[in-house]
């Protein structure tokens, strides 16, 4: 059973915005907080941002003042604005539940920011 789908990564040259989403199952998003990961090659998985039901966020500090996590509560939804992009933010970004779970785990969304 398909859980989360993330959509909206690409290329972008550094500098650049990207905006990702994610689609969760109603089961999920209803009662969990949501978060945003990402794993670059040779790197273990690592959370970027989360967001509570009340809409309270966290973000690693690499990403503060450039990313912003947002959830609609409509649509099932969870989105991660990323500007001012770095080549390091280069990586596969997933959504999950946060804290995360192993079973809820997308295929992810390639990001590639270019120097």
């Known amino acids: 059973q398909v859980h989360v789908v993330e959509s909206g990564g690409g290329l972008v040259q550094a500098g650049g915005s990207l905006r990702l989403s994610c689609a969760a199952s109603r089961m999920i998003f209803k009662i969990n907080a949501m978060g945003w990961y990402r794993q670059a090659p040779g790197n273990q998985r690592e959370l970027v941002a989360a967001?509570?039901?009340?809409?309270?966020?966290n973000y690693a500090d690499s990403v503060k003042g450039r990313f912003t996590i947002s959830r609609d509560s409509v649509k099932n939804m969870v989105y991660l604005q990323m500007n001012s992009l770095k080549s390091e933010d280069t990586a596969v970004y997933y959504c999950?539940?946060?804290?995360?779970?192993?079973?809820?785990w997308g295929q992810g969304t390639q990001v590639t920011v270019s120097s």
């Open positions: 967001i509570t039901r009340g809409e309270s966020t």
């Open positions: 999950n539940v946060f804290p995360s779970e192993e079973y809820y």
